[in-house]
């Protein structure tokens, strides 16, 4: 999530400033060596692979700021956001595929950089891959994942993303739902926003906004990031050396880049990408195929979808559009989407095997279900219930929408996990899907159709 400061550098690089200050700009880089006596590396494909990745950096945000934008407690020497953003080859698009921190991963023999100690391969989320072994761990260890040689290392900060949007006078995001949560006091009404530095951070920080937890984070992220584009290209930023300059001061006073990354690559790079817009960038998060995988030591974790990911990993080597091929689906549009939706099925009749069997159709239509359904209480129950928590309530009418003629029951205190209890009207589970795609972690957006409309 501050990662997407990183991208504006990108972007903005295609004012096709004079060289000279580019340079001056480029001693505020701070350097670091991610690809040191790397071997064995996948082999180079066609374009341009930037590993994004974000920390949090609190430690450097006033007691003020700290407090207003509920940015408590100690820094976190981890990478809180993964980012790969693909450049093709012809400096015409730009996809961007977020990692989950939670995936599982496993890393690759290492030096820890806290301990000092050698380490053989082991698993661990991928977020902790940089509080064991720093850049070039996060670096290795994606490599290793993803089989995508890593052109470029960039890390960056809450700071440097507050300043930037604050410096580009805000950013436009729209929502349909009302969005609040108590942890980074996020509180917005349904409609559109403009988003100054401290308010965007909250909407990119937040994960408590209903049972989507950091699923639902990266896409409010991706769109946040196809809301800057939009800013950066249509505001005449990018014909404003001045401005531009102001912008990049902003983002590269708290970055951190390999050495090969500097004011050539910024040029020769903008220079090519002056005609790009939001519909010149893709979005989409690596396909998850099991989530709350448990591993010892570890916890729970994300399990990727090895099949689906090695088919998406290909195309950024292959330097093809990730959106190519799409196919039209006759199912029903909802806020959430199902793979963020976790769900305990009840069967409330007397019928053996109900339970089962809604179960098993909420689950093929890509609902997260315990996959283990008990008997409700009640077994004379008529009419089939969504009982859910209100701070669920955005996911609670996505799966109500999937059950025709379900009735929707608020419990508070029920949690994340959303509860059917299946009643003898069941006759079917309604395909439904996501508003953006993405959302899944296998479908793929322009930034066009993500922003404002």
């Not at 990266?218 to 001045?242: D, H, K």
């Not at 390999?258 to 990408?273: N, P, S, V």
Request: glycine residues 10%.
């Amino acid at each position: 999530m501050r990662a997407v400061t990183t991208l504006s550098v990108v972007v903005l690089a295609a004012a096709g400033i004079g060289h000279a200050v580019v340079t001056s700009l480029d001693a505020d880089i701070a350097r670091v060596d991610p690809f040191k006596d790397m071997k064995n590396r996948p082999r180079a494909g066609h374009g341009m692979n930037v590993l994004l990745v974000g920390t949090d950096g609190r430690d450097r945000i006033s007691q003020a700021e700290r407090r207003a934008y509920r940015l408590g407690g100690a820094p976190c020497h981890c990478t809180d956001t993964v980012m790969i953003v693909h450049i093709s080859q012809d400096r015409r698009r730009a996809s961007v595929v977020s990692l989950p921190r939670d995936s599982y991963a496993m890393t690759p023999p290492h030096l820890d950089a806290t301990s000092g100690k050698r380490h053989h391969g082991h698993p661990l989320k991928l977020n902790a891959a940089y509080a064991e072994g720093g850049p070039q761990l996060t670096v290795r260890t994606v490599e290793a994942m993803t089989k995508v040689k890593i052109d470029h290392y960039l890390e960056v900060d809450f700071t440097s993303f507050m300043k930037t949007v604050d410096v580009l006078g805000g950013v436009k995001i729209c929502t349909t739902q009302p969005l609040k949560d108590s942890y980074t006091g996020l509180d917005l009404p349904a409609g559109t926003h403009d988003l100054k530095g401290g308010e965007a951070l909250q909407y990119v920080r937040a994960r408590h906004v209903d049972g989507a937890s950091d699923l639902g984070r990266m896409q409010r992220q991706q769109r946040f990031m196809a809301a800057l584009v939009e800013r950066a290209t249509s505001s005449g930023i990018l014909l404003n050396p001045m401005k531009f300059r102001d912008v990049t001061r902003a983002v590269l006073g708290s970055v951190r880049a390999d050495k090969g990354f500097g004011t050539d690559e910024l040029l020769d790079l903008g220079r090519a990408m002056r005609n790009f817009s939001p519909s010149s960038s893709e979005f989409t998060t690596v396909p998850i195929g099991r989530m709350g995988y448990v591993v010892k030591g570890v916890g729970s974790t994300l399990r990727w979808d090895q099949e689906k990911a090695a088919g998406l990993f290909a195309a950024l080597r292959e330097d093809r559009p990730l959106a190519t091929h799409r196919s039209r689906s006759d199912a029903v549009t909802v806020d959430v989407a199902p793979q963020q939706i976790r769900v305990q099925v009840e069967n409330g009749t007397g019928t053996a095997g109900l339970g089962k069997r809604v179960d098993a159709a909420l689950a093929s239509t890509g609902f997260r279900t315990s996959r283990m359904p008990v008997n409700a209480e009640e077994r004379t129950v008529r009419r089939t219930v969504v009982a859910y928590d209100p701070r669920w309530d955005r996911s609670a009418k996505s799966l109500a929408t999937a059950l025709p003629g379900s009735e929707l029951r608020a419990v508070k205190g029920l949690g994340a996990t959303l509860k059917v209890i299946a009643g003898s009207d069941f006759e079917r589970v309604r395909k439904v899907r996501a508003t953006a795609p993405a959302q899944g972690g296998s479908g793929v957006v322009r930034g066009d159709e993500v922003g404002c409309k």
